[in-house]
Structures are given as C-alpha cells and as structure tokens.
C-alpha cells in the first residue's frame, strides 16, 4: 500500500512531466524531485538506441557532462545494459560487492567509504524496452530496496508515457511541417506564371507585368472584367515574389457588410462594439510580413478608405474600439472591375488612395479581346472535367469549335469554364458536339425558348443580331460591318447605340 510519502511523491513527478513540452527538461525535473524525496546521491536516465545497439545516458542528476558522455553501453552489458535487454528490475544493496557494476561513469571512486544501494527498472513501451531509470542511494538496512524498486516502477511507467506522447508530439509536428511544405510547393505550382493559360498578345504583355512586378514590394492594381482571372494573376504575383513563405491573405471586400468590413480589416477590441466578446486580429495583422489581396476595392465605403491611405502611407493602424497602433509590414495587392476614374469624379473613392493603389496597374483582357486563347482555356477545362468525372472524352467537333470561337463571351474565362464543365456532364461519347454546349451558345439568346414577339421586336432583335455580327466579322470596325450591311456609318452608329451595341467589345 502506498504512503502518503509516496502518493505526494507521484504527484509531484506528474506535474514535472506534464510542465515541459521539452522532453529534457521534464526528466531534469524528475531527477531533481527523486533526489530530495528518496534521499537519492545521483541517478539517471538512459535510453536505448535501437540503430545503433547502444544505450546512453539521456539526462542525469549528480553527474558532470563529461561523466554523461563516459556512460554509454552495449545492450546487456553491465547492470544497465542487462536491465534493458531483460525487461527485468534489478536491486543491489551494496554496490561495492556486486562484480558486474561497471561504474563506467567513474563517479563513484571519489566516494568509496560510503556504501550505495542501486536500483534500476526498465522503461516500457509496451512491450518493449526504450531505455531505463536508476537512482543510487546511501545503503540504509531499514530501506526496503522491494517497496523503492515497485515506486521506482510505476516512476518508470510515468516517464515512458510521457516519452511516448511527446515522441508522438513530435512526429505530428514534422508530418505537420511536411505536408505545409507540400502544399507550399503546389501552390507555387499551381500558380507559376507560365501555368496561366493563354499564349495571345495581350496575355503575353501581362506575363510580362508580373515578372516584372513580383520581386518588388510595389502596390499592384489589377483591372478587368469580372471572369477574365485577377485572382489568379494576384496568386502568381505573390507566390512569385520574395514573400512566397510568408502569409498570402485574400479578401473579398464585395462580400463583406458595411459595417463588417472594418473590423473584418483591422481587427477589434473586446466590448468594441455589440457582439465583440473577445479580441480578433484583422486581416492585416494576419498577413504581416506577407501580402493581402483586396478583390472588389471599389465597393470599400470612405471610412475604410481613410484607414487603408494611412496603411499604404505609414503602415500602421489600429484595432477597431483601440487606441494601440499596430505597426504592419504587408504588400498591398487589389483588384476591380470598376471604373475607379469614374468612382473619383463622383466622390465614391478618395483620389489620394486612387493614386497610392494604382502604382503599378495590370489589365486583365476580356476573353472577346483574346479570341486565340479560347481553344486552349477550352482543351484545359474539357482535361480537367473530364478526369473530375471519369469520362473519356477526348476533343470538340468543328460545329463546337466554331461556336465557341463566335460567342462573344460577356462572362469571360468563368463563363467559359461553367459552360465547359456542363457539357462533359452531358456528353456520353468521346467527342464534345455543339448540342452539348448551353442554348446562349446556339441561339445567341439567354434562353432557349423565344416568346412570341410582336413585329416591330422581332425587327429589332433580327437588326441586333445583324449589327452584332457584323461588328464580330469585323472585329470592331463600324466601317467595315456598315459596308457589309449595305448601310452609311452613320446609320449604323445610331442604330448600335439604340440597341446598347458597343462595338468596343468586339474589338
């Protein structure tokens, strides 16, 4: 039965092993409450080796460093070593008359007139041996070495557990650092600027803009329509850049409330505001030293406005409901498909901010304006959707293949992708027709079924369809297409303008 000794004792030593997430640090402290408890002149621990076949001692009390290093073994060599291979507790009452002690670590020899006890017990994982506790101690008759080498036991049971969880700790925190590593190189895969699809002149010129832009530490303004691909050129910026280790934080500003987006930012204080119960870091705090994405700048409301000028400004801020300023070392990276010019003249967006955002702008082409790159968006989604789906679908026939090439795509790369992705699902051969492609493709309409119009409508709509592919025949050029429709430019210009025809898209 155990002492009231004893149980403080085991107390004690569980909360030494469970203070320390170092390992050695937790065994120093066993050892040191071992030695005011038991009465105890030195002892240590020692583990096994298995690789290599040897047992060093890991941590000790009473020894000096070059002692440690003296004391190593062979599996089944000395008391030590035998301890470990047999899985066995060993006692010696007196150390000076049992002939396999080794006393390699020669700490004893100084000592010679005093006799010591000497226990030692395994330390288990499971079943198998990893190493081993021993303690000496002042020979005492009344001692019993029996009671000393069961609580030395159950010790040795408390260590190994410990060993075990912070073995554990340690193997989930380097799988943890592996799969970050991982992931790290196939983002910087992922968004390689050569892994951005489209070989045409305009998609050359902005490949051009991010290898020029990505070393640096300049704010980059990324412009275009929705669809045509600003985050991915933004992805690429960033993992192209010297900050490619560090945080990369994207933010929709479109999708945040109003009254949401500050704090959302910046951060706020507990009790700043109603439902604040604690603390919350912002999203630049989040992405110092690295860089934060703003998509949809031009619907950030003034206020926020004055916060962002004094970030690009002074790079610092604070919290909302906080009187802290927090220094920031973030690389500024936004996006719009606004006419942000236009925002400035009607005094929805600060001109100072316009200025510090639009530093370095990259305009991202609508697909209309990079017709040669369809085909090669196209084979790339119909890959992709076709392994997603396990389909085995292999090219477009020509019918399809012209029809894409017509389309005049208002919804860019995103409308492309939607309208590739259905027509794998629907397809069930090996080859994509032009019946498998959605009805805005075929009839050049948003539905599929045409109401019953009136006689002037159905004259509009046919002189709309006209001038809109006489302008896609032409590329844009009213001259040339008011030739081909036998009419004066004049008349063609009025009747573009009637009908919201901006011949720009076709250019």
């Known amino acids: 039965m155990k ?19 170092d390992l050695k640090k937790s065994l120093y402290k066993v050892l040191e409450i071992l030695s005011s408890s038991m009465n105890m002149s030195r002892g240590t621990i020692t583990l096994l080796h298995p690789l290599r076949d ?33 899985g066995k507790a060993v006692t010696i009452p007196k150390i000076s008359q049992e002939p396999l002690f ?22 288990k994982k499971g079943n198998q041996v990893i190493g081993a506790l021993s303690v000496d101690m002042p020979f005492d008759e009344s001692y019993s070495l029996k009671d000393g080498k069961k609580l030395m036991s159950v010790i040795a049971t408390m260590v190994a557990r410990q060993v075990i969880n912070l073995e554990t700790i340690r193997l989930e925190k380097e799988h943890l650092r592996e799969e970050n590593i991982r ?42 329509e929705s669809g045509t ?46 439902g604040a119960i604690k603390q919350k870091l912002g999203k630049f705090e989040l992405a110092n030293k690295g860089t934060i994405f703003l998509d949809e700048i031009g619907s950030v409301g003034i206020d926020v406005q004055v916060k962002l000028l004094r970030i690009l400004q002074e790079k610092e801020f604070e919290r909302v409901g906080g009187y802290q300023t927090i220094k920031t070392d973030v690389r500024i990276i936004t996006a719009t498909n606004k006419n942000l010019e236009q925002a400035v003249e009607e005094d929805t967006f600060r001109h100072d901010l316009y200025y510090r955002l639009n530093v370095f702008p990259i305009y991202m082409p609508p697909l209309r304006e990079r017709k040669t790159d369809i085909l090669l968006l196209a ?4 890959e992709k959707y076709a392994k997603e789906n396990h389909k085995n679908i292999r090219r477009f026939s020509t019918p399809a293949i012209d029809m894409l090439m017509e389309y005049h795509w208002p919804g860019n790369v995103r409308e492309l992708e939607n309208c590739i992705e259905r027509a794998v699902l629907l397809c069930e051969e090996g080859v994509i027709h032009s019946y498998h492609l959605p009805p805005t493709l075929q009839t050049g309409t948003e539905s599929d079924t045409l109401p019953v119009l009136s006689l002037e409508d159905a004259v509009a709509n046919l002189e709309k369809e006209m001038i809109i592919d006489a302008l896609k025949n032409t590329r844009g050029n009213i001259t040339l297409a008011a030739q081909i429709l036998k009419t004066t430019v004049r008349k063609f210009s009025y009747k573009a303008n009637q009908y919201n025809v901006d011949y720009r898209h076709y250019r």
């Open 3 to 21: 002492t009231i000794e004893d149980v403080t004792l085991l107390y004690e030593i569980s909360e030494a092993l469970n203070e320390h997430l």
């Open 54 to 86: 040897e047992i060093s001692i890991e941590v000790a009390h009473g020894l000096s460093k070059s002692a440690m290093e003296k004391g190593k073994y062979k599996l089944g060599e000395g008391i030590t070593g035998r301890v470990i291979e047999t």
């Open 102 to 123: 080794l006393d390699r670590t020669a700490s004893r020899k100084s000592k010679q007139d005093q006799e010591l006890s000497f226990i030692c017990v395994p330390v």
């Open 183 to 224: 992931l790290r190189n196939k983002l910087e895969n992922r968004y390689r600027i050569t892994d951005i699809i489209g070989n045409s002149n305009k998609m050359r010129e902005v490949y051009q803009m991010i290898s020029q832009v990505s070393k640096s530490n300049a704010t980059v303004l990324i412009r275009g």
């Open 229 to 274: 691909g600003k985050e991915l050129v933004a992805n690429s910026i960033h993992y192209n850049s010297l900050r490619s280790k560090r945080p990369f934080v994207k933010v929709n500003c479109a999708a945040l409330p109003v009254n949401l987006i500050e704090s959302e930012l910046f951060g706020h204080e507990k009790g700043a505001f109603t």
């Open 379 to 382: 084979d790339h989604f119909l």
